[in-house]
Every structure is written in C-alpha cells, then in structure tokens.
C-alpha cells in the first residue's frame, strides 16, 4: 500500500488540472480506470467557453478563466439565435453579456443569416441574434497535456487502467483500492466522470 498526499480519482479535464495544482503541495496519483487520459469526455469535447452555458456560478468562473483559457484556445464567436418567442431568454443572455462586459452584437434574424447563410429567417426561426465575439474554442488536447507536465513536474502521477474498486475510510487517512495496488492519502478528490 502505498502512502501519498493526494488521490485524485479521474484523468480527464477536471481530474488533472486539480491534480497538476496540488503537485505543489505533496505527493499525487492521478487514478485513471482507461488507458490513457482524458478517454471520454475530456478528449471528445467540443470544448467552447461562452456565456451562454450555464447559470451565474458557472458564468462567473467562465468569466474568471477566460484569461488562462486563451493560451489553449482561439477567438470563435458564438452565434445565440432566437425565434420571436424566445426573445426574452435572448434578452437575459444579453443582459449576461453586459454584465460581464463582454464583445457582443445585438443582430437581427437577417444579420445573423448573413454570417451564417443555413439559417431560416422569420418570427418562428431565426428572429434575433447575439454573437459573443470573446468566446473561445479549446485545444483540449493541450490542456490535457499542459496539465499533465505540470504534474510530473511536481512529482505527481497518472496511473492509467486503475479502475477504482473501492474507498473506505481509516482512521485520518482513505484507502482507495485498484486491482494492482491500494493508496491511502488524507484527501481523495473524485473527478471520474461517466
């Protein structure tokens, strides 16, 4: 059994950036049940930050990472359509944007059609806009990568085809179980996905 500081259970986006943040404060071992990481969502992710996802917690973090996020990233406006009845969802998120002083454009059904020529025009199609000229489309494969020399830098490790089989808790410390071999740490940091 082995004794470290840090037991982050899962490889992917989540699971590595904290990993690669706490190498600096101790001994980590990145538990990843597939065979490499960033398998599943991570790796297949369209990975765009915008402010049309979410509700104010995320929003505020998207807000908060915009900055660090442009060195795995490019500038790719997003296009917010809607119809006559959706308008007042497309006002909120305006409302979104302009909190967070965002470059956006109010647009109209024909504006919006002229940047993108496949959309239908009309009050129950495309009758308003937005476009988010701020927002960004993510390498994720770099973040992933960037991620993990951070860890290794640290100290730290990823341990791919280490399925979790179990956890308990002993004394001040967790025990967590692979089929290769047990950790037992002080914290445990569950970042598995599906």
């Known amino acids: 059994m082995e004794q470290i500081d840090f037991v982050v259970i899962g490889g992917g986006i989540a699971g ?3 990993a690669a943040r706490l190498a600096a404060h101790g001994r980590v071992a990145v538990l990843e049940a597939e065979s490499g990481p960033g398998y ?3 790796g297949r992710s369209v ?3 915008h402010f049309g996802l979410g509700e104010q917690c995320v929003r505020a973090l998207t807000a908060l990472s915009l900055r660090a996020l442009a060195d795995f990233g490019m ?3 997003a296009l917010h359509i809607a119809s006559a009845a959706q308008v007042p969802a497309l006002d909120a998120l305006e409302a979104v944007h302009h909190q967070f002083s965002c470059d956006y454009a109010r647009l109209s059904g024909e504006h919006a059609q ?3 020529p496949v959309l239908r025009v009309g009050s129950e199609h495309c009758h308003a806009a937005l476009v988010d000229y701020g927002a960004l489309k993510l390498d994720t494969d770099a973040m992933l990568q960037a991620h993990m020399a951070t860890l290794r830098s640290g100290g730290g490790a990823l341990i791919a085809g ?4 179990a956890i308990a808790r002993i004394g001040r410390r967790w025990r967590v179980e692979t089929a290769a071999r047990a950790f037992t740490a002080p914290i445990v940091v569950n970042a598995a996905g599906a």
Request: charged share 10%; with cysteine; net charge positive.
């Open 40 to 42: 599943h969502a991570s």
């Open 114 to 116: 002229s940047l993108m």
């Open 47 to 49: 990975a765009f930050a």
């Open 16 to 18: 590595l950036s904290c």
């Open 75 to 77: 500038r790719h406006p």
């Open 162 to 165: 280490a399925r979790v089989s």
